[in-house]
């Protein structure tokens, strides 16, 4: 069974750090790109990162360049988050891109992954 899921979300003061941890089963990671995606409370699902397995190659949005960092490890995939603000409290999902949608260009859509986890709740809060 084909699977993603995600852990190490929690409670952290503004300022501080986390790391979001991708675990993948049930298929070969190396084929695709993982996304990370989060959805705030009245908002839409939000890309803002993913990483190209097979070659690193890593991409983000605006907001969280600099201060979030994407990486790889066997089956699992990582997202460091630094320096966190109380504007990056959200459900953080990973997704399996669907590997004919990957382009050098980086404009998450959510039909473009096939596979979710079940998400992992970051707030930011003093």
């Known amino acids: 069974q084909e699977q993603l899921v995600e852990s190490g979300g929690g409670l952290v003061q503004p300022g501080g750090s986390l790391r979001l941890s991708c675990a993948a089963s049930?298929?070969?990671?190396?084929?695709?790109?993982i996304g990370w995606f989060r959805q705030a409370p009245g908002k839409e699902h939000e890309g803002i990162s993913r990483?190209?397995?097979?070659?690193?190659r890593t991409d983000y949005i605006d907001s969280v360049k600099g201060r979030f960092t994407v990486s790889t490890d066997k089956d699992t995939v990582y997202l460091q988050m630094n320096s966190l603000e109380p504007e990056d409290t959200a459900v953080y999902y990973c997704?399996?891109?669907?590997?004919?949608?990957?382009?050098?260009?980086?404009?998450?859509?959510?039909?473009?992954?096939?596979?979710w986890g079940q998400g992992t709740q970051v707030t930011v809060s003093s």
């Open positions: 997704a399996r891109q669907i590997p004919g949608y990957y382009s050098g260009s980086y404009y998450p859509k959510l039909y473009e992954y096939d596979l």
């Open positions: 990483i190209k397995i097979s070659d690193g």
């Open positions: 049930g298929f070969a990671l190396d084929y695709y790109a």
